[in-house]
């Protein structure tokens, strides 16, 4: 199989790509990204893209699945317009691409209560795309909503990791799956067996799923 990778350099994205390159099941691995991985197989190939510019490389998205874990911060992005056209934008121009292109499945990673009507501007992103990229022509669409991520991103983020342990820390009846934390290793895994094993028509794979690993290669 070939697959595409769309924010490969982040804390999921680079698991995905990672467990990837481990399957014989996967011949190619395209990673889309501002930047170099640091990773080197020979299945791997990194195309180095501007975002903006997508009309320069967007014949070249093709193969058997597009998954897509493209996504940044607020702080990061500087303002709300620019985390918008980066998680909700970019994302879905690519995916109407794939679409445009014969790419049959795609796997969005979401996030727990992403709703097109929530009155919080992260969640009502999400689920904009969300609903979007359920209107495009894939055969198969699997849609992750995974809880806060744990992992070691390139960038420390102090209240992320410190809601993570006290979070961890608090008995498992009194926190709801969604709000638990979740390995970056587990939802690239529930990632990794969706594009490697789709299924017709639009499936949402929620927090508690995730968190029973119960979607594995």
């Given at each position: 199989?070939?697959?595409?990778?769309?924010?490969?350099?982040?804390?999921?994205?680079?698991?995905?790509?990672?467990?990837?390159?481990?399957?014989?099941?996967?011949?190619?691995?395209?990673?889309?990204?501002?930047?170099?991985?640091?990773?080197?197989?020979?299945?791997?190939?990194?195309?180095?893209?501007?975002?903006?510019?997508?009309?320069?490389?967007?014949?070249?998205?093709?193969?058997?699945?597009?998954?897509?874990?493209?996504?940044?911060?607020?702080?990061?992005?500087?303002?709300?317009?620019?985390?918008?056209?980066?998680?909700?934008?970019?994302?879905?121009?690519?995916?109407?691409?794939?679409?445009?292109?014969?790419?049959?499945?795609?796997?969005?990673?979401?996030?727990?209560?992403?709703?097109?009507?929530?009155?919080?501007?992260?969640?009502?992103?999400?689920?904009?795309?969300?609903?979007?990229?359920?209107?495009?022509?894939?055969?198969?669409?699997?849609?992750?909503?995974?809880?806060?991520?744990?992992?070691?991103r390139e960038k420390f983020r102090i209240g992320e990791a410190l809601a993570a342990v006290l979070l961890d820390l608090m008995p498992k009846v009194l926190v709801t799956p969604g709000a638990r934390p979740i390995d970056a290793e587990t939802v690239a895994a529930s990632a990794v067996a969706a594009a490697l094993r789709p299924s017709p028509g639009i499936r949402i794979i929620g927090p508690r799923e995730l968190l029973?690993?119960?979607?594995?290669?």
């Amino acid at each position: 199989m070939v697959i595409n990778v769309l924010g490969s350099t982040g804390l999921v994205g680079l698991e995905i790509v990672r467990q990837l390159l481990a399957d014989q099941r996967v011949t190619q691995v395209i990673a889309y990204a501002r930047r170099e991985l640091p990773l080197r197989d020979p299945r791997l190939r990194v195309m180095v893209v501007d975002f903006d510019h997508l009309e320069d490389w967007a014949r070249g998205i093709r193969g058997d699945v597009l998954i897509s874990a493209l996504g940044t911060t607020r702080k990061a992005a500087g303002d709300k317009r620019a985390q918008y056209e980066v998680d909700y934008t970019y994302q879905f121009h690519v995916a109407q691409a794939a679409a445009a292109n014969g790419v049959p499945g795609i796997v969005l990673i979401s996030s727990v209560n992403a709703d097109p009507k929530s009155p919080f501007f992260y969640l009502r992103m999400k689920g904009e795309l969300e609903e979007s990229t359920c209107r495009l022509p894939f055969a198969s669409i699997a849609i992750l909503r995974p809880g806060p991520l744990k992992g070691q991103r390139e960038k420390f983020r102090i209240g992320e990791a410190l809601a993570a342990v006290l979070l961890d820390l608090m008995p498992k009846v009194l926190v709801t799956p969604g709000a638990r934390p979740i390995d970056a290793e587990t939802v690239a895994a529930s990632a990794v067996a969706a594009a490697l094993r789709p299924s017709p028509g639009i499936r949402i794979i929620g927090p508690r799923e995730l968190l029973q690993s119960s979607y594995s290669p």
